[in-house]
């Protein structure tokens, strides 16, 4: 299913994170992992974006330097 890990595992690993974080903890926890990885998608986003200005900005340096 995800990685190799069937429904039996996936279920321990819920079992033993419930009984190590308790019912109140996992709101919390989730919602800081949420955050976690909405901020990493957005610097992916941004390094992205900086790679492909730096691509548009090299072929036009290339262009200029062709004219001449």
Do not use: C, T, W, Y
């Amino acid at each position: 299913m995800f990685g190799g890990f069937g429904i039996g595992e996936i279920s321990l690993i819920a079992g033993i994170i419930l009984l190590l974080f308790g019912g109140k903890k996992l709101p919390e926890l989730a919602r800081g992992m949420g955050k976690g990885v909405r901020i990493f998608k957005k610097e992916m986003r941004e390094i992205e974006d900086a790679v492909q200005l730096k691509d548009v900005l090299d072929s036009v340096n290339e262009a200029k330097h062709l004219k001449q």
